[in-house]
């Protein structure tokens, strides 16, 4: 039935970002569905996979069941993009199964299976009791490292806010990437060689009411690395892809390469520039 990774001798074996855009393509039908506010009563999600032995690598690597934090934030991404509106608190539940739950819909080219929980009449609670929204302007403390200052204040009109190695980096094209948060290569702080020149970028999404973190080309596997600590656990969160951001919350640490640590936080209001 499920014969994706065996069209024929020729063709080689579909790769793991390829396999995950197909089940987000497949996450993103089922939740399309989801009409006249029906999203915003979801419980949780749940994404199985029953894949034959041989796959079952590529299988938990697209389904970053190491890390289920980044799928959760693949998903919200696509709510956001469809209007969806799912509740702050859903959960989402994932991973390799030897059948799949009762009343599942299954995708039709991959073992997949796509289930709703959906909260009852009394767990629903009105618009008017959702969280106030966070601050439009939040602070970078350089905890670990050498940047060309030790704080920086940023505002949701900010724009990309890139950082990186060295003030002003060439590109390919003739461009020149300016790091707003920059690391200088020749300081004195060994941590800052292993700051890539394209790291990363903060931007303010105003549909999540947050600064989100995204790791540039420098700043993914299998190059330097791009982290966070939170507060809520002793475990740190890979960002893997481009193309995924992560929500920063209060208190989070941002790790850049080796060591250089960034301390984040929401602002109560607009202060004078640092």
Not at 175 to 182: E, G, P, T
Request: proline share 5%; hydrophobic share 35%.
């Amino acid at each position: 039935m499920f014969n994706l990774f065996k069209k024929n001798k020729d063709q080689q074996p579909m790769d793991v970002k390829v396999l995950r855009e197909e089940i987000l393509h497949f996450v993103k039908e089922e939740l399309q569905k989801l009409e006249g506010g029906e999203g915003r009563n979801v419980e949780s999600i749940q994404l199985y996979a029953v894949p034959p032995a041989e796959e079952r690598h590529l299988y938990e690597a697209a389904l970053y069941l190491p890390e289920p934090a980044l799928l959760k934030q693949e998903i919200q991404r696509i709510s956001n993009n469809f209007v969806v509106d799912l509740p702050l608190q859903w959960i989402l539940e994932t991973g390799l199964k030897e059948s799949f739950p009762p009343g599942a819909a299954l995708c039709r080219s991959l073992p997949l299976g796509f289930s709703l929980k959906m909260k009852t009449a009394a767990e629903v609670k009105p618009v008017a009791e959702l969280p106030e929204k966070r601050s439009r302007t939040a602070r970078i403390q350089v905890l670990n490292g050498q940047a060309e200052k030790q704080q920086y204040l940023l505002e949701a009109g900010d724009g990309r806010i890139n950082l990186g190695r060295e003030k002003h980096v060439p590109m390919s094209n003739g461009s020149v990437r300016i790091n707003d948060i920059a690391f200088p290569g020749d300081a004195d702080h060994t941590g800052n060689r292993f700051v890539s020149r394209q790291h990363a970028h903060l931007e303010w999404d105003e549909s999540k009411n947050g600064f989100m973190l995204f790791a540039d080309e420098g700043g993914i596997p299998p190059g330097n690395k791009t982290k966070i600590k939170t507060l809520k656990s002793e475990d740190q969160l890979k960002l893997n892809s481009a193309e995924v951001g992560y929500l920063l919350e209060e208190g989070d640490q941002i790790i850049l390469g080796e060591s250089v640590a960034l301390g984040f936080s929401y602002t109560k209001k607009k202060e004078d520039e640092l």
